[in-house]
């Protein structure tokens, strides 16, 4: 979104300009009564079917290099098209599809910028477009929560627009489904980049960061044939942890008796 100026009215519409010189026109559809020469419009600028840069009082459901769930409306040789909440829509190539899309259902989707063509373009390869998060947030900072798919594990979600995350099936207080945008409360940054999220503040299990993790893994896996001799990737393709903090947490639940330990693996068992 762009706040510009209004420079001047023609008749086909109003043209906008910023502080570097730039203008673009807004199409007399998108013009009101109120508008008046030098207000300041807030706008959404893409280029239209003609491949001309134009502006748009309309808001997209998704944001440049953000997420949403999108619905297919057409598919053809060129690609998929999806319903972005403007009047053009948005294509998905066929190199950006990780499996086939369907006309009629929606997926997650990411929007992109193609810099050579100066044309936006949207992917569902999502998991290459999320950032490593690498810094610790608040217990009590407030974060934003899209709603993705279920797994054995919990449900995934996309935090603050930007970082791939998971809240665990124990976690979730409330009623939640695929495509919701709510809010939730980072509970540990994990090594790979990924987040652990809570909906609430409340319930915190007495355990610390990756000891949280690999709790909650074993809550559903019940035993991982995994244990501090083991190989370091396959402990990091198992828990997405390093051999380092893969001993650390096992120590943690040990001393607090909620594993035991076996030659080739370890068990939950509870409090």
């Known amino acids: 979104m762009n706040e510009l100026t209004l420079l001047r009215f023609t ?113 569902t390869r999502v998991n290459r477009y999320f950032e490593f998060c690498d810094h610790e947030f608040d217990p009590d900072e407030e974060v934003s929560l899209l709603i993705c798919e279920t797994t054995d594990l919990g449900v995934k979600v996309v935090v603050n627009d930007r970082y791939s995350g998971m809240i665990f099936h124990n976690d979730i207080s409330r009623p939640i489904k695929r495509g919701d945008w709510t809010t939730g409360y980072v509970s540990n940054v994990r090594e790979d980049g990924k987040l652990d999220v809570r909906l609430d503040k409340t319930g915190y299990v007495k355990v610390e960061g990756s000891a949280e993790r690999l709790l909650e893994i074993l809550k559903v896996k019940k035993k991982l044939s995994i244990t501090d001799k083991s190989d370091p990737e396959v402990i990091r393709e198992t828990v997405g942890m390093s051999k380092k903090t893969f001993k650390q947490a096992v120590g943690n639940l040990y001393k607090q008796r909620l594993i035991s330990l076996e030659p080739d693996s370890i068990t939950y068992i509870g409090n």
Do not use: H
């Open 11 to 123: 008749s086909v519409g109003a043209y906008l300009g910023d502080e570097q010189g730039n203008d673009v026109l807004l199409p007399n559809k998108y013009i009101t009564d109120e508008m008046d020469l030098d207000d300041v419009i807030n706008v959404f600028v893409y280029r239209d079917s003609e491949d001309r840069a134009v502006a748009t009082t309309e808001t997209p459901k998704i944001k440049l290099n953000g997420f949403a769930f999108l619905k297919v409306t057409a598919v053809n040789y060129f690609g998929a098209f999806v319903d972005w909440g403007l009047e053009k829509e948005l294509m998905v190539p066929f190199r950006e599809q990780n499996l086939k899309l369907e006309e009629g259902r929606y997926y997650l989707t990411c929007l992109l910028l193609d810099e050579s063509t100066d044309r936006v373009f949207g992917s």
